[in-house]
């Protein structure tokens, strides 16, 4: 165990002798959180929607005062009026709005004779989340406008909907935590397990371990417990700092922090377990630092950090099922977005620890106790 600890020690001392490796691990990170949280959190506000009113009739008024009244609460909308649809038309194409709304001639004669007038909206698809956004927000306007004549028309038996919502709204920054607190731990191991492990075996610093009696079991242990603390503490540093900006107080509960420590520690765990497997058999520095953009793609984005699984197409789901990127967000959801007891995170413990022992287990064979 001695010799197992004076491995770990090592590490750490050099670890803490660059402080410009443990901020690189945590800021990316952490500078992704708030960029992205703030960037594709929001919803859609000030967009330019071209107003064509080629009708003037009351039925027209009444929807650009929809549209003011929109412009004036929410802001989806910012009207701006057009003579001309084919001016508007060219508009949306080159950019200059985001949409257009075409009132046609004689709409508000059609609409009191009850012949179900149709207005136009030209909207740019190419941005497929604007497009929609604009859809979903005319749509609403619309169902308003239509509600009086509907009421007339109801049935007297009619089904209603209610929406109950569990949660508070959620922003995306909040939503993108869990995420932004596993990828802090897999840069962490990457770049303060997986490089330096290659680097001290270009250096010669393994040669150094292979004359002393420290065996291949106590070398992978001793390395792998290092690596595993450098991710606790860069994934702890960010459920810290995470949830600050984002406003969850609740994280700082003491069951709350017992649940999402000892995620953190099987996180760290199975990271590490993991890149070590990957780099056990590497000699070539530049082999890491190669994976580096591979693996961040193939584990981060199928986890469902971003976007959720079930919009995955199937040959994706497998990979998220094996994943455990998938696991740490999920259990870090449970914890910091749902306060869900430990149910929620139990199944995502045990898949990340036996992930991580399994690691272990493969590594130590397939590791070189020879130059």
């Not at 609740?250 to 765990?269: D, G």
């Amino acid at each position: 165990m001695n010799r197992m600890f004076a491995i770990i020690e090592r590490e750490m001392r050099k670890f803490f002798r660059s402080p410009t490796l443990m901020v690189t691990a945590m800021i990316f990170p952490l500078v992704q959180l708030v960029i992205l949280g703030n960037a594709f959190g929001g919803k859609i506000r000030d967009a330019r929607v071209a107003i064509v009113d080629e009708d003037h009739g009351p039925q027209a008024a009444r929807i650009i005062e929809a549209f003011r009244s929109v412009q004036a609460n929410i802001r989806t909308f910012v009207p701006v009026s057009y003579a001309d649809e084919v001016h508007a038309r060219e508009d949306v194409r080159q950019g200059k709005l985001e949409g257009a709304l075409i009132i046609p001639p004689q709409f508000s004669r059609r609409f009191y004779a009850g012949e179900n007038p149709q207005l136009g909206m030209v909207v740019d698809n190419s941005d497929q989340f604007m497009s929609s956004s604009l859809e979903d927000e005319m749509k609403s306007l619309v169902d308003a406008l239509n509600q009086p004549a509907a009421s007339a028309q109801r049935m007297a038996n009619s089904v209603a909907l209610e929406i109950v919502e569990l949660y508070p709204y959620i922003e995306y920054m909040k939503y993108l935590l869990p995420g932004a607190v596993s990828l802090a731990m897999f840069v962490s191991v990457m770049i303060g397990g997986g490089m330096l492990y290659i680097d001290d075996k270009a250096r010669g610093v393994h040669e150094g371990y292979l004359v002393t009696p420290i065996t291949g079991l106590e070398m992978v242990l001793g390395l792998n417990l290092a690596g595993a603390i450098k991710a606790i503490l860069a994934g702890c540093t960010l459920v810290i700092l995470g949830s600050l900006i984002a406003g969850l107080g609740s994280s700082f509960q003491p069951e709350r922090i017992l649940q999402w420590f000892l995620l953190v520690c099987a996180t760290s765990f199975a990271f590490n377990g993991m890149m070590f497997l990957l780099m056990v058999r590497v000699e070539d520095p530049l082999v890491p630092r190669a994976m580096f953009g591979i693996l961040n793609t193939l584990l981060y984005f199928p986890s469902g950090a971003i976007y959720p699984v079930q919009a995955f197409p199937p040959w994706l789901r497998y990979i998220s099922y094996v994943d455990p990127f998938s696991y740490a967000v999920h259990g870090l959801k449970a914890t910091l977005l749902k306060d869900a007891s430990w149910a929620a995170c139990s199944q995502d413990l045990l898949f990340l620890a036996l992930f991580g022992f399994v690691s272990l287990a493969i590594s130590v064979p397939l590791f070189k106790r020879t130059l």
